[in-house]
């Protein structure tokens, strides 16, 4: 039987990253190198470049820049609100020996995630970075009561909701 003539169509592929490293080699160098346990003797790719494209309103925004290791944790709430509201990043994926020699003595706490605002401030401490992108994409909420209660569950969902396994 015939197939109709939309499905015969080929599908297009996925419009390439005008920037960022392939996610797919990114994945199998990241995957050679240990993931998170690099060992310190480890001599290939130790920072990638994945970017998340702007769409709809967002399409033309200046991205934002996300510092974190090869794990969701701390950097996947913010990563989340970006992918959510369309809004463009590039998310830079560090091992933890180019971590400790190279970025670690630079940081303001000694420790990740960090986002690089579109002002250029370093902003560490997850929560912090968190409230930003969630403003910046239009997710914190209407109005002081709104934006209150957006805070208040996810407080709730980092304290409570781990304790009661939900
Ligand atoms: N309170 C901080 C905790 C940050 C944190 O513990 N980051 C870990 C990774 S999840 C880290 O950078 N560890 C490396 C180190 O301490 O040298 C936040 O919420 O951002």
């Known amino acids: 039987m015939k197939r109709p003539a939309s499905a015969?169509?080929?599908?297009?592929?996925a419009k390439a990253a005008k920037y960022g490293d392939d996610p797919?080699?990114?994945?199998?160098?990241l995957f050679e190198?240990?993931?998170l346990m690099v060992p310190n003797t480890y001599e290939g790719p130790q920072l990638w470049t994945l970017a998340g494209p702007g769409i709809g309103k967002f399409a033309k925004a200046k991205p934002v820049e996300l510092i974190y290791f090869a794990l969701r944790s701390l950097g996947q709430l913010p990563q989340?609100?970006?992918e959510?509201?369309?809004y463009p990043y590039m998310l830079k994926v560090v091992t933890s020996p180019e971590f400790r020699e190279k970025l670690k003595p630079t940081l303001i706490f000694g420790r990740l995630p960090l986002l690089r605002t579109l002002k250029g401030t370093e902003l560490v401490q997850s929560k912090?970075?968190?409230?930003?992108?969630a403003n910046l994409c239009g997710l914190a909420g209407k109005g002081e009561d709104e934006?209150?209660?957006c805070d208040m569950l996810h407080e709730m969902l980092q304290t409570e909701g781990?304790?009661?396994g939900h």
Request: glycine share 10%.
């Open 8 to 13: 015969q169509k080929k599908a297009k592929p």
């Open 24 to 29: 797919l080699t990114v994945r199998r160098q």
């Open 33 to 35: 190198a240990g993931g």
């Open 80 to 82: 989340m609100c970006l």
């Open 84 to 86: 959510y509201a369309g």
């Open 128 to 133: 912090a970075i968190l409230r930003y992108v």
């Open 147 to 149: 934006r209150a209660s």
């Open 162 to 164: 781990k304790i009661d």
